[in-house]
């Protein structure tokens, strides 16, 4: 028996799944760190401009693929490009899935740790030394950071069990809101902090000086994993969505949403970085290490910190949700599986992968790739390259292969919204958007010397 599409509900319902998928990790915890060790502002310019150039043009690529299908990942392509190899765009986003899901489940496992410790009130009155030696002593062990990333890869399988409607849509509709709330909340208590004079600059006053071709592709893999980009989890979202809606402004809606959200990190983390005297290149346990630093020395930081990292582990879980739907979506339309199945194969194997991914953080793991440990491997491979490498395909199929009928049919809803700004989406995602993202890319694997 063929099991029925899901579907969203509500334009409300559709906004917070979709939002709920953008807002993650990478805004509360990639960004800052990337920030941070490419020279702040400089990086957040670059980043700015390469979500108009590159983000928002993708996103609604994205959502035109699926609207016009309603298929999944691999689907889409296969019904809109027959006989033709473009389907392999939607296996490079189940790749990309494995190699996302893996890692970052891992840190989701992390914030519930940290979740934990604010809860017990454990870091009042440490010192950032000791902060740093009780979380290695965490990631030592080895098997507390796979038992919670299991627990949280766990919760997402449960979301997702229960269906498009009645989990994806009716989670995100509570969990987006209550975290909206939260970030409000902590964006004034920053305000207090003696570091803020300091942080402001690093995050606003931009050292060219600082830009290479290494951090350019950092802002353009950024730009993909913050907004969900170039692995069909869009395409799969937006195949849930039946009423008609003005596609512009509300990706644009989301889009300014997630930067806004991006932003607030900021200034959450580096005036709290420069109060208490730490380097802004720490890297990826950036936030874990500064944050309960500070927390433990602010008067109703307990507080704070638990708000924070509740804030972290709904945003998490909101966004993996959006991944494993786009894999168990492709694994019930593609081999016919029923959603149970499909949501229990791929639980079983992503604990494997994340298992791997915080086993190699162990210190002395000889779980490496190249220079890199698993973590950080599927972390780069992901990011800067399955997701830039699909998305550049993304819109050139959105771009030239749909034909332009088709394509102003669904960008306009049928002629209902933007049919004068439809021309200006077509050249960017034509021309400008391709050439950007092949530019960048180019020019860091060398090929371009400059
Ligand atoms: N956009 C999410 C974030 O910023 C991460 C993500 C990547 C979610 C890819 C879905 C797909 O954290
Ligand atoms: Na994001």
New binding site residues.
Partial sequence: MKEQRGAFTSSFGTMMAVVG???????IW?FPYLAGVNGGAAFLLLYLFLILLVGLPLILSEFVIGRATHRGAVGSFKQLAPRSRWYLVGYMGVVAGFC?LGF?SVIAGWSVRFLYDSVINANAGQSYDEIAASFNAFKNTGWQPILLSAGFLGLTAFVVFKGVEKGVERWNKILMPLLIGILVVLCVNSFTLDGFGAGMSFLFSPDFSKITANTVLDALGQVF????LG?G?MITYSSYVVKPENMLRSKGIVTLI?TSIAIISGIAIFPAVFTFGISPTQGPDLIFLTLPNVFGQMAGGQYVGILFFLLITI?ALT?MV??FEMMTNYMMEELKMTRRRAVLWLLGTLCLVAALCAQSQVEGSRLMIGRYNIFDFLDMLSSNYL?TIGGLLIVVFAGWHISEKRLRKVFTTNGAYNNRIFPVFRFVIRYVSPVAVAIIFLSKIGLIRG
């Fill in positions: 998928s953008a807002v993650g990790l990478g805004n990639r996302i970052y994993f913050t907004l969900s692995m989890v997630d945003a966004s959006s991944i997701m």
